[in-house]
């Protein structure tokens, strides 16, 4: 095969699969992406009665042809599709458009726990077939929360050897490191479910450990919903694994300190975003985002935070995940000064703190992450009141729309009352506010009959 057309070939290759990462299968992106590989692939087979794309670590291989080195996108490209187990795939004559549509659909699905070969073979696609698929060595007994709890014990007391070491003033050993984060990442894509529930686990003997598993969790669980997969994701877990390493310079008196710290020991705690930056720096097969996100974390959107006068920076998008992992843990942990917060009292200081502190956008997808209020919930009001929440606000994912279903006694009512829970009194205060999600069935309310 012509190199330039195998090259060509895998290029829409990606594109369809990119498209339909990005946009709904009726976008014309998307379309045009299945025309054009669609038209790549019949021009292949004209020739031949099959055309194999393979992926060989990095490379990319058509027919035995293998790709000069390409663009970043293509070796992105094709990490991504080995990430996700697939070693090649075969394109044989007859195939049609609608099989190649079906391909993109189930590629662009992550989230199905379907083996990727048998979503194709269910959904009737006979000419395009994936091979040589790594089969991952899980049994069922390793599976469930059970194995998600043997994982996330694992990466604590790995995370305190990590800690002891550089507060020994020694290197953390990154192979450990890594050890953690390959099984995060793994629970992240495969059973985010029970790692969201042990992170929530609210531990008090050791908080800093439970405390560098759970940020390097939340912050997976998110770069997840921003598709962020393969090496690139586990850079993000280091990073998050490792933001406060530098408190391991903290005198224990200020870091356990119960009471609010004085002004200068607020100033010994604030070394430790430049103390950690300098341990994670000479610490070698660090990669390059921890030393970044160590020293960014506690920066705002408009900088504000610490360190102080650093200059005009634009945040990297790992520190901005982290950051809201960060506060989201250390609110939802006990302390020793403090019980640890509920999920809707969070909610509330989160969002309160407005834009400076968070990126809007990614707090959205958190929010939206954590399961708080999506469309065609049931939600309870701070009056008491049970309402569905029929739309989001633009910008605020604290203060849905809602529709009022129930009064304060729990009594249906007749007429449902929409009320836009970001809307305030006179007094400017918000009369309205979700305090909870509610079951449904608890309630024996169905709320896709108010939508
Ligand atoms: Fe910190
Ligand atoms: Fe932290």
Redesign the pocket.
């Known amino acids: 095969m012509d190199p330039r057309k195998a090259e060509d070939l895998v290029r829409r290759l990606a594109t369809a699969v990119r498209g339909a990462d990005l946009y709904s299968p009726t976008h014309p992106l998307v379309q045009r992406g299945l025309d054009g590989l669609l038209t790549a692939t019949r021009e292949a087979l004209q020739t031949a009665a099959s055309v194999v794309v393979g992926f060989i670590d990095d490379e990319i291989v058509v027919d035995g042809v293998r790709l000069p080195r390409g663009t970043a996108a293509l070796v992105g490209f094709a990490r991504d599709v080995r990430d996700r187990e697939i070693e090649k795939v075969t394109f044989t004559r007859g195939l049609t458009r609608d099989e190649i549509r079906q391909f993109i659909t189930v590629l662009g699905d992550r989230q199905s726990q379907v083996p990727l070969a048998d979503q194709l073979t269910a959904r009737g696609v006979r000419h395009i077939e994936l091979g040589k698929v790594i089969v991952e060595d899980v049994t069922d007994d390793q599976a469930g929360i059970a194995a998600a709890k043997r994982v996330y014990a694992t990466a604590v007391e790995t995370a305190e050897t990590l800690w002891q070491a550089a507060k020994a003033g020694d290197q953390p050993d990154p192979g450990a490191a890594r050890k953690i984060i390959d099984g995060l990442a793994r629970l992240v894509s495969q059973d985010r479910t029970s790692l969201m529930a042990l992170t929530a686990l609210k531990k008090y003997d050791n908080y800093t450990f439970t ?1 560098m598993v759970n ?1 390097s969790a939340l912050a997976m669980a998110q770069a997840r919903t921003l598709n962020i997969d393969g090496p690139l994701l586990r850079e993000f877990g280091f990073a998050a694994l490792m ?2 390493i530098g408190k391991v310079n903290t005198p224990l008196e200020v870091l356990n300190k119960p009471d609010k710290l004085s002004r200068e020991e607020f100033e010994i705690m604030k070394r430790h975003v430049v103390d950690g930056a300098h341990i994670l720096r000479r610490t070698p097969e660090m990669p390059a985002l921890a030393p970044i996100v160590a020293f960014e ?1 506690h920066l705002k959107q408009d900088l504000s935070g610490y360190p102080e006068k650093i200059g005009s920076r634009k945040l990297n998008l790992c520190t901005m995940i982290v950051s809201i992992a ?1 506060v989201f ?2 609110l939802r942990s006990t302390r020793p000064y403090r019980q640890g917060l509920a999920t809707d009292r969070i909610r509330n200081i989160m969002g309160e703190q407005g834009s400076p502190a968070f990126n809007q956008p990614l707090l959205k997808r958190f929010v939206n992450l954590m399961g708080l209020f999506p469309v065609g919930n049931l939600v309870r009001l701070n009056t008491e009141e049970l309402a569905v929440v029929t739309a989001e606000h633009p910008t605020d994912p604290f203060r849905p729309q809602v529709k009022i279903v129930a009064d304060a006694t729990g009594a249906c009512l007749e007429e449902p009352m929409l009320a836009n829970t970001w809307d305030r009194d006179a007094r400017g205060e918000h009369p309205r506010a979700v305090i909870e999600a509610v079951d449904p069935e608890s309630v024996g309310i169905d709320p896709l009959k108010y939508m």
């Open positions: 405390h940020v933001h406060d974390h960060d843990d250390a």
